[in-house]
């Protein structure tokens, strides 16, 4: 009997993009793309654990001043072949989500795919925290997180509403979320989703 799969991202250690991780779908997430399609990418757009670029280079396609930012140097070299071979314009950086204050930059649309469902819970306050610093008043932050919906244990961890709804209470304006799947490259080829748009307050 085959182990089931396991695709937690590390965060500190280690390279998930070694070899192609099931979530590098090459393309964006359909969600996402219809966010862009919907208008709803504005302004400065930051692709916060944006592997290999496609959501960054989704809102540089669109003319929006495009950040990406991931822990893996690897996965960044690869945005950035990217973005040369589209012509795109889009900066690529590795950093630290938990520490986005360094940055000492705001944007005023945050995309998150597949980002926050990877901490453990102790850690959720200091990532909410860490977006908080660089998002304007007013701005959104758009996250597709794997749902509690979803059935076995393997993967990333499971939000309930409730986990999402405690964890962003100070400082935001939850303005939906809703039932959606993450598309990934092993079977099954799609993970139960939420799709949570929120506004900095």
């Given at each position: ?15 998930s993009y070694?070899?192609?991780?099931p979530w590098?779908?090459g393309?964006?997430q359909t969600?996402f793309?219809?966010l862009?399609?919907q208008g709803?990418l504005?302004?400065r757009?930051l692709?916060?654990?944006c592997g ?6 989704l809102?540089a396609?669109?003319?929006h001043?495009a950040?990406?930012i991931?822990q893996?140097a ?13 012509g795109?314009?889009a900066r690529?950086?590795c950093?630290?989500?938990l520490a986005?204050?360094?940055?000492g ?5 945050v995309l ?7 901490f ?7 990532y909410v ?15 597709l997180?794997c749902?509690d919906?979803?059935p076995g ?5 499971r939000?309930s509403?409730?986990?999402i709804e405690t964890a962003?209470?100070k400082g935001w ?10 598309d990934i490259?092993?079977?099954?080829d799609?993970?139960?989703a ?6 900095r307050?």
């Open positions: 009997m085959n182990p089931e799969p396991e695709f937690r991202r590390p965060f500190h250690g280690g390279d070694a070899t192609t991780p590098d779908i393309r964006p969600d793309a219809a862009a399609e709803e504005r302004g757009v692709d916060i654990g290999t670029g496609e959501h960054a280079l809102a396609r669109l003319e001043e950040v990406g991931d893996s690897h996965a960044i070299e690869l945005a950035q072949q990217k973005a040369r071979e589209r795109l314009t690529f950086l950093r630290d989500a986005l204050a360094d940055l930059e705001t944007f005023d649309t998150d795919c597949g980002l926050f469902h990877t453990d819970p102790e850690l959720r306050a200091v925290e860490s977006i908080a610093s660089l998002v304007r008043p007013g701005g959104r932050y758009f996250l997180g749902s919906r979803q244990t393997w993967g990333p961890y939000l509403r409730a986990d962003f209470v304006h939850i303005d939906s979320i809703t039932e959606t799947a993450i490259l092993i079977d099954p799609t993970l139960r939420w799709l949570v748009a929120m506004t307050t």
